[in-house]
Structure formats: C-alpha cells, structure tokens
C-alpha cells in the first residue's frame, strides 16, 4: 500500500473507532511502519474523528520528525512494540472504556488480563498483559512493555488504556475491537462464574488457527 493510501486509512479506520465510541476527545493514538523503517503516526492531541492525511507526522528510523504534525507523546509505547514483534505493521492505543475499567481491577492477572470467553479474542488477540500504571508519554512505559519480551501483542496500561499491534493497520484495528468488546464481556459476567473456554477447547482453537 503506498503512503498516500496509509494515510488515508490511517484517517478512516480512526474516524471508525472515534464514532463508535472507543477513544474520546483527542485521545488514542495510531502509528503504521514504512518499508523503509520509519512510521506514519497520528499527531499530538488530534482527535481521531477529525484527521487530516496530510497533517500525518511521518518519521524516520531514527524518530525524528520528517514532516507533518507533532507526533503523539506515546512514541515509546510504539517503538517498544515495534522493536520487540518484527512482524508488526501497525500499533494502535486508545482509552476505550471497558479495557480501562478491565486494567483497573485489583485481581487481573498481569500475564493474562482477559480471560478466554471466546475463541476470537485467542485467535485475533492473544493473551492481554497487563503492565504498571505510568504518566502518559513517560519512557519508562516501552521499558515495562519491552520487558515483556514480544510474548504478546496486546497490552493493557493500568488506568490508562489498551494498546495492540498488528500485521496491518486493519489488523491492528479488529485485534483491538475483539479486545474491547472481550472486556465489556468480562465486565458483564464478572461475579457471575461464566463458562470459559476449556483447556481443551482452547487447544483445539490454537491447533486449528495456529495461534
């Protein structure tokens, strides 16, 4: 896909989730990789409703500002997975409500922050990690997620929001609903001793789909 076509997508998958509701004012972030090592990634306090392709930061390798806007504050939440998943394409980070409410709980467990209700959260998803609560933009958020070795796509900051990275934008982008919608479910069945997956069952979804 060439970078004029990423950027409009870029615009057009953030304007979705902005109008569903899953990243508030100008909350959440977006970032694609370029073949060459640098990124696109949506600007500093820019609404993801309201993007302009042209207005895109585009970065070099190196994270320096090529053109466009101020890139977003949380650059070492991206850098730390793109560093640590060499299959990544794309990371996005949004402050959806339920994944917030999920990092909030006192019994979540770090390595597996979500259980396994379904099998599309096991196949788009993964297993959530769970990570610290750190100031926004603070360094020390791409140390805590590089300390998880590359082991999952999907993280949670505590009390912050959840952040996933992709093959592709759009699978970037569909690994985050299916995590969203897996803690709304968490949330609605929480006290309620749902059913899970099975180990079984849940050895048959990792055979068949090789996750």
């Known amino acids: 896909m060439s970078e004029s076509a990423l950027r409009e997508a870029i615009c057009r998958f953030g304007r979705s989730l902005f109008e569903r509701g899953l990243t508030p004012g100008s909350s959440g972030n977006i970032s694609v990789r370029l073949e060459d090592g640098g990124w696109l990634c949506t600007p500093t306090d820019a609404s993801l409703g309201f993007l302009d392709p042209a207005r895109i930061a585009r970065l070099d390798a190196n994270r320096r500002l090529v053109s466009g806007d101020k890139p977003t504050k949380e650059i070492p939440l991206?850098?730390?997975?793109?560093?640590?998943?060499?299959?990544?394409?794309?990371?996005?980070?949004?402050?959806?409500?339920h994944a917030v409410a999920v990092s909030m709980l006192p019994e979540i467990d770090p390595a597996e922050a979500l259980p396994p209700l379904t099998p599309y959260v096991m196949m788009r998803v993964g297993k959530v990690a769970l990570v610290p609560f750190h100031v926004p933009g603070d360094p020390a958020v791409g140390d805590a997620i590089r300390g998880l070795a590359g082991k999952h796509s999907a993280v949670l900051l505590a009390n912050h929001g959840p952040v996933v990275a992709g093959t592709s934008l759009q699978a970037a982008v569909f690994a985050m609903e299916e995590l969203e919608e897996t803690a709304k479910l968490h949330l609605l069945t929480r006290g309620l001793n749902p059913r899970l997956l099975t180990p079984e069952q849940q050895a048959a979804v990792r055979a068949k789909f090789g996750v």
């Open 78 to 97: 991206h850098d730390a997975l793109y560093d640590t998943r060499p299959e990544a394409g794309a990371v996005v980070h949004l402050h959806s409500t």
